[in-house]
């Protein structure tokens, strides 16, 4: 019965202690925590909102389902578990969409209709133009359209993991600032 007991007090000690961390944080870390909520949220499907995130963020780390490692600020936790539960929201939609177009797979259209045909040429134009003077970005884009795999990437136009690691990252912030969604392959 004492570990039970310890275990408790142990529990109610890092929820006052969360309690605590989160009254005392300062309005800087407030707007970083809402600004990691808006990248979070953005572009989530349904009706979560930033608020909704963090709202739940700071909920799991007071009820005590997620316990803040030692050292690590309150900012960073929350972060990692905003992090968490947008993965969490994307993978259960990716798993509920699997199994809707399992059940339809009998009714899929084989062949894309040209107004979908024209509209990914538009698209596949967009973006030549928009990386039309970064040659790391259109070799990266040609070869994610040939359906390569990052390190078949990397070995067919000689790019060195870094190089493509932070020609991935240059093209997503752009993507970003234009307002285009970025969806990591």
């Known amino acids: 019965m004492q570990p039970k007991r310890r275990a408790e007090r142990d529990a109610e000690h890092s929820t006052a202690e969360m309690a605590r961390a989160l009254a005392a944080l300062p309005v800087t870390g407030m707007l970083r925590l809402k ?19 963090l709202n739940e963020a700071v909920a799991r780390a007071l ?3 997620r316990q803040r490692p030692p050292g690590v600020g309150i900012v960073v936790f929350l972060a990692g578990i905003m992090r968490s539960l947008a993965s969490e929201h994307w993978r259960r939609l990716r798993r509920e969409a ?10 899929a259209d084989p062949a894309p209709d040209p107004e979908r045909n024209l ?9 030549d133009q928009l990386f039309a003077g970064d040659l790391a970005a259109s070799q990266i884009l040609a070869g994610l359209a040939a359906g390569l795999s990052a390190k078949e990437i990397r070995e067919t136009y000689g790019l060195s993991e870094t190089d493509y690691d932070s020609t991935r990252k240059r093209m997503r912030r752009l993507l970003l600032r234009q307002g285009i969604a970025w969806r990591p392959g």
């Not at 699997?98 to 009714?107: H, K, L, R, T, V």
């Not at 538009?122 to 973006?127: D, I």
């Open 35 to 53: 600004a990691i909520a808006r990248l979070r949220a953005r572009d989530l499907p349904g009706d979560i909102g930033w608020s909704d995130l």
């Open 63 to 65: 009820d005590g389902s």
């Open 98 to 107: 699997g199994i809707f177009e399992m059940s339809g797979a009998d009714d």
């Open 119 to 127: 509209a990914a040429l538009q698209a596949l134009a967009a973006l």
